[in-house]
């Protein structure tokens, strides 16, 4: 679910009308492409791509490992709307957060 940006109200209120510029600049932070994710686990394997559904809905930008409880290299070889197919260097269940 994308986070929506916080509109402006438009007012004769001189006060208001500051407060929501300082509250616009939150703006620029809730469009970072990283808050935009899901936090999924993987179980990888180191003989070959798994298949992980990101529940994006679209393709995704990236992922980054969060957690996993061994030293583990992992790369994508594809994504898309649906799913990242990701490899790994050892077998490991790992956390990703997905964006």
Avoid: Y
């Avoid at 402006?8 to 703006?27: F, H, P």
């Avoid at 070889?77 to 799913?83: A, D, F, G, I, L």
């Avoid at 790994?88 to 964006?99: I, K, P, R």
Wanted: net charge neutral; with cysteine.
């Amino acid at each position: 679910m994308a986070i929506k940006q916080i509109a402006t109200i438009n007012t004769k209120d001189n006060v208001l009308n500051r407060i929501q510029a300082e509250v616009q600049k939150v703006n620029s932070v809730l469009t970072c492409p990283l808050l935009n994710g899901n936090l999924v686990t993987a179980d990888l394997l180191a003989s070959g791509g798994v298949s992980v559904n990101h529940g994006l809905g679209r393709a995704p930008l990236g992922w980054i490992v969060v957690d996993a409880p061994v030293a583990v290299t992992t790369w994508s070889t594809e994504s898309n709307r649906n799913v990242l197919v990701l490899n790994a260097s050892a077998d490991a269940s790992v956390t990703l957060w997905v964006f």
